[in-house]
């Protein structure tokens, strides 16, 4: 295949450049060593019951593609059979599939915000929520990461110099790449008092935390203020994101979300690989028993090693700081045989590149003493 010409190409060879300079260029790697980067916590992903249900799906007669967007004629059975179920299992008035938890994210805040409303976005939260807030419409600003202070104070600043609209609050309740979590009590209370929408992100507490892994939002999901995304691409096993809420939200969504109603529907294959995930969750609640009990053992073992992480969650970050010196300690531990994957800005801040360890049903005790054993060996003497 022919090159790109060097005319043409030149600010995006530049840009690469600059990128390795920084050793922050990317790369595809495929999946090797054991598990600890994936984000498949309950090992849904290819578990048996999951493999059945999409055979068996098959077997019916369920297409491979929905064939066309939902509004025309992809709105099979399927898609709303999951949604349905959803809307049971998280406690929520309805709930709507996308295809992505990116896409979700974007959709809904380029959507259901409107001019002169004003979203206030943790300082960590998902990169497709702030590129959502910036393709909206509403108005935006920036609070200190979990200081539900600086969210009340960011409102008020904003009232006081005239906003009027309605507020939303965007948060996830289990940070990505930090693995702590949101003051979610206080945030639903600082909605309530400003009369805002709270929206959070679920991602990766969707499946492992709450009564049958219901999430931590669970006792809010029934509140007209409270809109919540469960990316089902993370503990449940697939792919695609189920967004709860009140029923008015649902259906502007579904007449004015261009994301949405222009968009191929997610296969039909998905969403019943989606909806075994959820009945699992309710059947086999050992499986979210069994990873509480593995990042309990883990930050015992942390501790017991000397070795520092602010996590108690399955998303355990070892910070190292420089870029080079992160990617570099990622690859001696992979050449060890550990997935372990480097992460560096923008994903999270400039001089905090880190090791995000994250623990899954892929692994047992044994797995994470070696590797932890590891871990110390190769910083030994930083």
Known sequence: MKSINADRGGHYVAALHALKQDDRLRGLKPPSGIDFTSNDYLALASSPRMKKAISDALEAGTPVGAGG?????GNCQEHEALEAEAARFFGAETALFFGGGYVANFAVLTTLPQRGDLLV?????HASIHEGARAGRADFRI????????VED???EWRAKGGGGRIWIVVESLYSMDGDFA???DLVAIADR??????????????VYGEHG???TAPYERRDNVLVVHTCGKALGAAGALVTTARALRDFLVNRCRPFIFATAPSPLIAIAVREA???LRQEPQRQQRLADLIAFTHREIRARGLHSPSSSQIVPYIVGENAHAMQLASRLQDRGFDLRGIRPPTVPAGTARLRISLTLNVGEGDVRAMLDALSEETRGW
């Not at 967007?69 to 004629?73: F, T, Y």
């Not at 976005?121 to 939260?125: I, R």
């Not at 400003?194 to 499946?207: P, Q, S």
Request: glycine fraction near 4%; hydrophobic fraction near 40%.
């Open 143 to 150: 609070s200190e990461h979990n200081d539900p202070q600086s």
């Open 278 to 280: 959820l009945l699992i």
């Open 69 to 73: 967007s939902r509004l025309l004629r």
């Open 214 to 216: 219901r999430g931590l």
């Open 121 to 125: 976005l943790d300082s960590l939260v």
């Open 183 to 185: 003051p979610l009590e």
């Open 154 to 156: 960011t409102i008020q």
């Open 194 to 207: 400003h009369d805002a929408f709270l929206m959070v992100d679920e991602a990766h507490a969707t499946g």
